[in-house]
């Protein structure tokens, strides 16, 4: 199965960023692949406005979701990415959206909320309560996880348990002393925790790092882009999957109980 990673720079125009979504789903789909993963919180950015993700949120009915949806019904493409969608007055909640054939196939809503490094994102966004349940293409098992979920090990392990062969992240990784050493020793650490494959998509520009990267269930980076625009596209193999876990058999191997979500 072939995956592709959409990474590009979000502006503050959301019309624009739902143009360069279209146009990556077409690229994606025209070059084979069955997955697309493209960067978290697309509807608008602007550096000079930290909240205007907040201020633009859209409900998942409204005209940034519609023009994606329309394009995936053309296809058979699976697209991951996020946005932000009103909660209460003022406030949004950071929502994955899985997006097949013209339809919505499955929500997650974010449950790390980036409070770190001098940013709280929880001031004006409200975090999920759930892990999201696995999705399925083409007899391959994917699990959901959006940026800071990453520093979670517990959270991709509950995946990996559940059944995922792959785990699936948008991101906007922020710059800053350490982060561009933080995101590529996560994204490999996560990949052997579980023996998953690792498809991360980030956003670039000036704010945040980009350098999305696939990786393999032995950690080995397959597909890397460095800070500008790009359309990564790789095979994962279910045959790499199971030669992984027979060789690192560290699902079977724990002595400990996940932890559970609080």
Same mark, same amino acid.
């Given at each position: 199965?072939?995956?592709?990673?959409?990474?590009?720079?979000?502006?503050?125009?959301?019309?624009?960023?739902?143009?360069?979504?279209?146009?990556?789903?077409?690229?994606?789909?025209?070059?084979?692949?069955?997955?697309?993963?493209?960067?978290?919180?697309?509807?608008?950015?602007?550096?000079?406005?930290?909240?205007?993700?907040?201020?633009?949120?859209? $409900? =998942?009915?409204?005209?940034?979701?519609?023009? &994606? %949806? !329309?394009?995936? +019904?053309?296809?058979?493409?699976?697209? *991951?990415?996020?946005?932000?969608?009103?909660?209460?007055?003022?406030?949004?909640?950071?929502?994955?959206?899985?997006?097949?054939?013209?339809?919505?196939?499955?929500?997650?809503?974010?449950?790390?909320?980036?409070?770190?490094?001098?940013?709280?994102?929880?001031?004006?966004?409200?975090?999920?309560?759930?892990?999201?349940?696995?999705?399925?293409?083409?007899?391959?098992?994917?699990?959901?996880?959006?940026?800071?979920?990453?520093?979670?090990?517990?959270?991709?392990?509950?995946?990996?348990?559940?059944?995922?062969?792959?785990?699936?992240?948008?991101?906007?990784?922020?710059?800053? $002393? =350490?982060?561009?050493?933080?995101?590529?020793? &996560? %994204? !490999?650490?996560? +990949?052997?925790?579980?023996?998953?494959? *690792?498809?991360?998509?980030?956003?670039?520009?000036?704010?945040?790092?980009?350098?999305?990267?696939?990786?393999?269930?032995?950690?080995?980076?397959?597909?890397?882009?460095?800070?500008?625009?790009?359309?990564?596209?790789?095979?994962?193999?279910?045959?790499?999957?199971?030669?992984?876990?027979?060789?690192?058999?560290?699902?079977?191997?724990?002595?400990?109980?996940?932890?559970?979500?609080?």
């Amino acid at each position: 199965m072939y995956v592709a990673v959409g990474q590009f720079a979000v502006t503050a125009n959301w019309q624009k960023n739902a143009e360069t979504c279209v146009s990556l789903m077409a690229q994606a789909a025209a070059q084979g692949a069955s997955l697309l993963v493209l960067p978290e919180a697309l509807l608008a950015r602007d550096d000079n406005d930290p909240d205007l993700s907040v201020k633009s949120a859209q $409900p =998942l009915d409204g005209g940034f979701l519609a023009m &994606l %949806l !329309a394009e995936s +019904a053309r296809n058979e493409l699976t697209t *991951v990415l996020t946005v932000h969608v009103p909660s209460t007055a003022g406030r949004a909640i950071n929502t994955l959206v899985a997006l097949r054939g013209g339809r919505i196939v499955e929500q997650y809503a974010k449950l790390h909320l980036y409070d770190a490094f001098n940013i709280q994102e929880s001031r004006l966004v409200d975090a999920g309560t759930r892990v999201p349940p696995l999705i399925e293409i083409e007899g391959i098992r994917l699990g959901l996880m959006t940026c800071y979920d990453l520093r979670f090990p517990e959270m991709a392990l509950n995946l990996a348990l559940a059944g995922a062969e792959v785990l699936v992240l948008p991101a906007a990784w922020v710059r800053g $002393p =350490l982060k561009e050493h933080h995101w590529s020793t &996560l %994204l !490999a650490a996560r +990949a052997l925790d579980t023996t998953c494959y *690792v498809v991360a998509a980030g956003e670039c520009g000036n704010k945040n790092i980009g350098q999305s990267r696939i990786i393999d269930p032995l950690g080995v980076t397959i597909a890397a882009a460095a800070e500008g625009p790009a359309l990564l596209i790789a095979e994962i193999s279910q045959q790499r999957i199971t030669l992984a876990r027979q060789q690192l058999p560290v699902l079977r191997n724990r002595r400990f109980a996940p932890p559970q979500l609080l």
